[in-house]
């Protein structure tokens, strides 16, 4: 039996000393599966390290019975040093032929988009990230969830 765990446990501890860590991950569900202009997820970042460098990431589930082959969508920050800003960014979807991008599970399709890339907290402290749709529909169909996820380099 011990000969059996002792390899299991030893792959087990290569793969997570090789991967790297989720600083912060949170995914926000979208009720109904529709989007609505007023419905902006917000998360809640707190910052210990302002040395520290992060890659910024975008989640979004849809389902299948999503509209478009795109969404477009308005990043939102605020914090200590930051100016209220709003950056625009895209997930491309499907191919030109209809087939979906992303990881899928069913009648589920997952994808993260890099929305900052080596990014410095300009100071320790709360910082909020708000996530809007801006496609011209809304409420927007068959979007099941959005979520921020921050990398520590």
């Known amino acids: 039996m011990m000969k059996i765990i002792t390899p299991f446990i030893l792959v087990v501890l290569l793969l997570s ?6 600083f912060y991950e949170v995914n926000k569900e979208i009720k109904g599966q529709l989007w609505d202009y007023d ?3 917000a998360f809640d970042v707190t910052i210990t390290d302002k040395g520290a ?4 990431y975008v989640n979004l589930r849809h389902t299948a019975y999503y509209p478009y082959s795109n969404l477009f ?3 939102h920050e605020k914090g200590k040093g930051l100016k209220d800003t709003a950056y625009r960014h895209e ?10 991008t992303g990881e ?9 988009v890099l929305v900052k890339e080596n990014f410095s907290f300009p100071d320790t402290g709360k ?9 011209r529909e809304t409420p927007l ?6 979520g921020l996820k921050l990398i520590k380099k």
């Open 17 to 22: 000393a090789c991967q790297q860590g989720h």
């Open 39 to 41: 419905s902006q997820p």
């Open 53 to 56: 460098k992060y890659d910024v």
């Open 73 to 75: 969508f308005l990043l």
């Open 91 to 100: 997930f491309h979807l499907a191919e030109l032929d209809g087939r979906w």
């Open 104 to 112: 899928s599970a069913g009648n589920l399709y997952e994808q993260s």
């Open 127 to 135: 910082y909020v990230f708000s996530v809007e749709q801006n496609m």
């Open 141 to 146: 169909p068959g979007i099941n969830d959005v």
